[in-house]
């Protein structure tokens, strides 16, 4: 790796999803993993141009590709894109297991599932045609894939009340939004409109959101037959040997990310699936339905092929609308508006704090061909949505990409291709237990606590909506309750204790469509009635 240094001290700040900014830019959505930014280093290079851009040097194209690249110029060259290029795919390919663990085999209302494998294949497609646009057109070292924020939300939150196709025509409705905010330039309006400690506490919020999905699901947590609501494994004690694969899987990703080690996410739930596949060789475990003590979902056990066609037949399986008539408008507006939301926060400080980390950010925080990032970002989530992958966003795992030298969209070229390649390899996605992709879940939730360091505690102004956003999205089980809750109760706290000029007027537009949000019921019964 190249001598380094930092792109300035307020370089980066961990996010939520796993994305980065700094302590003035935006803080997203749901779930991002790996180290922080500040785990991985900027390339120095000599003789910057005066626009702010460290990487910026005064260097002649070798070529035409060279030319529409800028290769030469931000201070690069091929081979570093192309190894700046692998290492982001290692560190962020686990998403092709991940995704499927998180979105497949859940029913939706009418009791339908989506297939595994084929979420793994599309999972794979999406990323890497979006990855591949991205590097042609905003021509940055960033890649995206499946945000594992939404596909969570999506997961527990969504298709509980309609169809997984009519939950992925709200993700492309969500799209088609960002699309248009990021194309009018509207997006960084709407960002400046809500406070710095609430965008903190929504990151905070999802990561404990996301850690209690995780506990869950591998049996760490289980509800009781009375008393408390949820208790410790069977009883207060862990007594089935999935839940405690579920723990080493934790140790060992955690113990890996903690030493930085590029692709450790990935590497811990491979080694985990292995000692997994071991014990149920041994042990011949059922599935948790016929025995406490089984697997709660996948039983790993080794395909028998590893290499397949990949079957896209979840492509094109969306229903724009289909939500709207079967929960009514205001239910579905608001799962939208959630949406938009986390996406919203997500991709524009990803990005932000990539670009800074990457010396590519001018002085005033811009990058190179921002509206062409954040269009493609939003095509992004229409493609998620149109393949049954949940939203693609820019993964902040592209820095371990930056640290090895990446500069240019070639490098997303060669993420891209690598993602294309993986589709063929979707059986392993059928291998890992959820109780391996819990342990990854817990693990990014960690990360995303960092941003509590953001939430002036001693201002009970600001205390008690950050700390009412970041309760109530695990208690409740729903994001868009704690993004609600937060909201008003910043809105309505801080004007009536004099501060009221210091709320944005579109805080209050979204508090009283929360407000709706949050009473819908009755006023449905009203109407109907």
């Known amino acids: 790796m190249d001598s380094t240094t930092r792109a300035g001290d307020d370089a980066a700040v961990t996010q939520s999803d796993g994305t980065a900014g700094t302590a003035d830019s935006p803080t997203p959505n749901p779930a991002r993993t790996e180290p922080s930014l500040d785990t991985f280093a900027v390339a120095s290079v000599p003789n910057p141009l005066p626009t702010g851009a460290t990487t910026t040097v005064d260097a002649e194209p070798k070529n035409a590709f060279d030319r529409f690249f800028e290769i030469s110029r931000r201070g690069s060259t091929l081979a570093r894109e192309f ?20 979105l497949g085999n ?22 890497g045609v979006m990855t591949i646009l991205f590097g042609v057109f905003a021509r940055l070292p960033f890649a995206l894939a499946a945000g594992l924020g939404i596909n969570s939300f999506l997961a527990v939150s969504v298709v509980g009340q309609v169809t997984w196709p ?90 890996l990310v903690a030493r930085r080690v590029p692709g450790g996410i990935l590497i811990g739930i491979v080694s985990t699936t292995i000692v997994a596949i071991i014990a149920q060789a041994i042990l011949n475990l059922g599935p948790s339905f016929e025995d406490p003590n089984g697997w709660h979902m996948t039983i790993p056990e080794l395909p028998a092929s590893w290499v397949t066609v990949p079957d896209f037949g979840l492509v094109g399986q969306f229903d724009l609308f289909g939500a709207f008539s079967r929960i009514g408008v205001l239910s579905a507006t608001m799962l939208v508006f959630t949406l938009v939301f986390s996406n919203f926060f997500d991709a524009m400080g990803t990005m932000t704090g990539l670009a800074k980390n990457a010396g ?60 294309l390649l993986s589709m063929f390899l979707t059986p392993l996605t059928l291998v890992v237990p959820i109780e391996v992709g819990s342990a990854a879940l817990v693990v990014v939730g ?13 201002n009970f102004a600001v205390a008690l909506p950050a700390f009412l956003t970041i309760v109530t999205m695990p208690l409740t089980y729903s994001i868009a309750n704690g993004i609600g809750v937060g909201f008003i109760s910043w809105t309505l706290v801080n004007a009536l204790s004099g501060r009221a000029n210091k709320v944005h007027w579109l805080m209050w537009v979204v508090s009283a469509g929360f407000a709706l949000y949050f009473v819908r019921g009755p006023i449905e019964a009203m109407l109907a009635g």
């Open 83 to 102: 190894r700046g290029g692998i290492v982001t795919f290692v560190t962020m390919a686990y998403i092709v297991i991940l995704n499927p663990l998180i």
């Open 106 to 127: 859940v029913p939706d209302v009418d009791g339908n599932v989506l297939n595994p494998a084929m979420v793994g294949a599309a999972t794979g497609l999406t990323a």
């Open 360 to 419: 590519l950010a001018h002085k005033d925080g811009t990058f190179p061909r921002l509206r062409s990032a954040f269009v493609v970002e939003g095509l992004g989530a229409v493609a998620g949505g149109a393949t049954s992958t949940s939203s693609n966003t820019v993964y902040v795992d592209s820095a371990s990409g930056i640290g090895e030298g990446a500069r240019s969209g070639v490098a997303s070229l060669v993420v891209g291709v690598l993602f």
């Open 166 to 255: 009519e939950a992925m025509g709200l993700v492309v409705i969500n799209g088609i939004i960002i699309v248009l905010l990021g194309a009018t330039g509207a997006r960084t309006a709407i960002f400046k409109a809500v406070p710095q400690a609430l965008k903190a506490a929504i990151t905070v919020g999802i990561g404990l959101f996301i850690a209690f999905i995780g506990f869950v699901d591998s049996g760490f947590v289980n509800r009781t037959p009375g008393g408390p609501p949820v208790q410790l494994g069977d009883a207060g004690s862990i007594t089935s040997v999935p839940t405690l694969i579920f723990l080493l899987g934790l140790l060992t990703i955690g113990i």
């Open 446 to 458: 960690a990360m995303m606590m960092a941003q509590i360091k953001e939430i002036k505690f001693s």
